[in-house]
C-alpha cells in the first residue's frame, strides 16, 4: 500500500461513517500519513486526562507535590462509576490517583486530581505547552456543568504534541517522563485501537468515552518506526459511539506502518 493508498482509505472510512470524525496519523518526526480535520477542537472526555496527568508530574518536577504524597479520598466524592473505590474511601499516595486515572480512566481520581491541582494550574500547564485547544473547564460526570455550557476539549493535534514530548523526553524530566510513559502503557481499554489487531504491540495511548462520543489516542510502539494515532469520534448514531471505526482506522494505519519495519 501507498501513502496515498492509505490516505484515500482513511479519508473513505471517515467520510462514510454517519459520526463526526477527526483523525491523524504521524510517524513521529516525519509528516502526517493522514490529517483528517487532526485541528479541530473536540470534546475530549477523558483524553483530558493526560495532560492532568502531566500537570500533577510538573508539580512533582517542582517540588511541589511528591509521588509518595498521601492524598485523602473521602467518602462524599467518591463516584458510582468508580471500580477501585469500591474497596472505599482512605488515603493514598499521588502516584497510585494517577495510575487509576489512566489505566482504568476513575473519574473519582481525576475529580481529586482536579481539586489538588486547581484547573487553572491545569489550563496554564495546556498553554505553556502548545496545547491550544485543550482545556478544564469542569469535572468528570457534571453534568450540570455541560448543561450550563462548560465542558473539557482538546483536538487530535494537541494530543500528538502531548505524546510526542512525552516519548523524546522533552518535558517534565527523563525520569518523570518515564513514569508517565509507563502508566500509558498499562491502559486497560482495548476495544479501540487494538480492537482488530491480533500482534503483542507496545501502545502508550489514553481512550474517552461519553454518549455518542468516543475517543483513543496515543503511540504505537513499533521497533524503527513509532507512530501517533489518535481518533476522535462525535456525534455518533448509537449511544455507545463507533468503537469499530477507530478499530478499522487503528488497523489501516497499523498495517501500513508494520509493512515499514
Not at 494550574?121 to 456543568?145: F, P, Y
Not at 521497533?223 to 456525534?235: A, D, K, Q, R
Amino acid at each position: 500500500m501507498t501513502k496515498d493508498e492509505l490516505e484515500r482509505q482513511a479519508a473513505a472510512l471517515v467520510e462514510a461513517n454517519p459520526a463526526h470524525i477527526c483523525a491523524l496519523c504521524i510517524p513521529l518526526g516525519e509528516e502526517p500519513l493522514f490529517d483528517l480535520g487532526g485541528k479541530t477542537r473536540v470534546v475530549s472526555a477523558s483524553t483530558i486526562k493526560t495532560p492532568i496527568l502531566c500537570t500533577a508530574l510538573e508539580q512533582v518536577r517542582e517540588g511541589k507535590l511528591s509521588l509518595d504524597q498521601p492524598v485523602k479520598v473521602d467518602r462524599e466524592v467518591i463516584l458510582e462509576d468508580s471500580e477501585f473505590f469500591d474497596l472505599g474511601p482512605g488515603t493514598f499516595p499521588l502516584w497510585e490517583l494517577l495510575y487509576w486515572m489512566i489505566v482504568t480512566s476513575d473519574n473519582t481520581c481525576t475529580n481529586v486530581l482536579i481539586d489538588l491541582l486547581g484547573m487553572d494550574t491545569i489550563n496554564a500547564w495546556c498553554a505553556a505547552h502548545g496545547l491550544e485547544n485543550s482545556r478544564v473547564e469542569r469535572k468528570m460526570l457534571d453534568w450540570k456543568a455541560i448543561e450550563e455550557g462548560r465542558n473539557n476539549y482538546t483536538s487530535p493535534w494537541d494530543q500528538y504534541k502531548l505524546f510526542a514530548a512525552l516519548y523524546r523526553r522533552e518535558i517534565l524530566t527523563p525520569e518523570l517522563c518515564g513514569v508517565a510513559w509507563d502508566i500509558l502503557l498499562r491502559q486497560r481499554s482495548t476495544d479501540q485501537f487494538l480492537r482488530y489487531i491480533s500482534d503483542d504491540v507496545q501502545v502508550a495511548h489514553k481512550t474517552g468515552g461519553l454518549d455518542y462520543l468516543n475517543h483513543d489516542c496515543g503511540i504505537f510502539c513499533l521497533p524503527e518506526h513509532p507512530y501517533y494515532l489518535g481518533v476522535f469520534v462525535s456525534n455518533a448514531p448509537k449511544i455507545e459511539g463507533d468503537n469499530r471505526v477507530v478499530g478499522q482506522l487503528s488497523r489501516l494505519a497499523y498495517d501500513y506502518m508494520k509493512g515499514r519495519c
